[in-house]
């Protein structure tokens, strides 16, 4: 055979391979990869999401009359058998108001009430960071995966929150102030004299949202103002006319582009 046929018959076979990596990797990122919590996911087990609106809370009832919260960016999976697990899987940020026995879990942390209470998570599956605070009656935090150093659980009370990390395997038990998640529950947002890089930081915990910023923020100024319950494009526009930014959504993410 010619060797010019040999490096054709190469050149061809090298596009073909090249030409289905490129497939699969499409078929991955379009819609082939694995469901949200896919290893914590129960085999023959149907889940209806429930999924959060973007730069804005969600509330809604369960069937057992346990009352979510979700944030911006975030889903909760029940699934066909809620009824006799009481089990739910998150990802992302919600508030959980319940009377009844109560397991959620995410790929970091899982929370577990055995009588009425009320308590907020907070556990990205993106992330290597989650945190869970409570905001009555009592709980119990443990990880999700096992530890080789610590699979201990801790017994959360009223002012208690546990913070944790995967990536270095750290759970650890701390106290927080109340008034910050009644804020949070009321919507109470506002802003005192907060640098603009701060509000937006902050802005992106409240919504559960990327935002990023692009341009010289020094000559803006500090954010003032309160936004009672408001979408975050609320609170944008608001903040637009009074500072000089554009901003854009773009897909689940924010571009603010400082003029």
């Given amino acids: 055979m010619p060797s010019n046929t040999k490096s054709s018959k190469w050149l061809y076979i090298i596009i073909v391979v090249i030409l289905c990596g490129t497939t699969t990797a499409m078929w991955y990122f379009k819609g082939g990869k694995k469901p949200a919590l896919a290893s914590f996911r129960e085999p023959q087990v149907n889940y209806t999401p ?10 809604f009832t369960l069937p057992d009359s346990t009352e979510v919260l979700l944030n911006g960016k975030s889903t909760v999976l029940v699934p066909d058998n809620y009824a006799q697990t009481h089990t739910l899987l998150l990802d992302g940020e919600a508030w959980f108001n319940t009377r009844h026995n109560l397991k959620v879990v995410t790929n970091i942390l899982t929370i577990t009430n055995t009588a009425p209470a009320a308590f907020r998570i907070r556990c ?21 995966y096992h530890s ?23 759970m650890e038990k701390e106290t927080y102030q109340p008034a910050e998640l009644e ?25 559960g949202t990327e935002i990023y910023v692009e341009g010289n923020v020094s000559e803006l100024g500090n954010v003032n ?27 689940d993410r924010v571009k603010v582009k400082v003029n």
């Fill in 124 to 144: 990205f599956e993106v992330q290597q960071g989650a945190t869970a605070y409570l905001g009555s009656g009592t709980v119990l935090a443990a990880k999700s």
């Fill in 50 to 59: 429930h999924t959060g609106t973007q730069g804005a809370r969600t509330r």
């Fill in 225 to 251: 103002g309160e936004f009672p319950n408001q979408s975050l494009d609320q609170v944008l526009n608001t903040l637009r006319d009074k500072m000089r930014f554009t901003y854009q959504f773009k897909g």
């Fill in 183 to 207: 804020r949070w529950l009321k919507g109470e947002l506002s802003f005192a004299n907060v640098p603009f890089m701060n509000a937006m930081h902050t802005l992106e915990e409240w919504y």
């Fill in 148 to 170: 080789t150093t610590d699979n201990q659980s801790e017994t959360l009370g009223i002012g208690n929150m546990v913070l944790a990390n995967k990536e270095i395997d750290l």
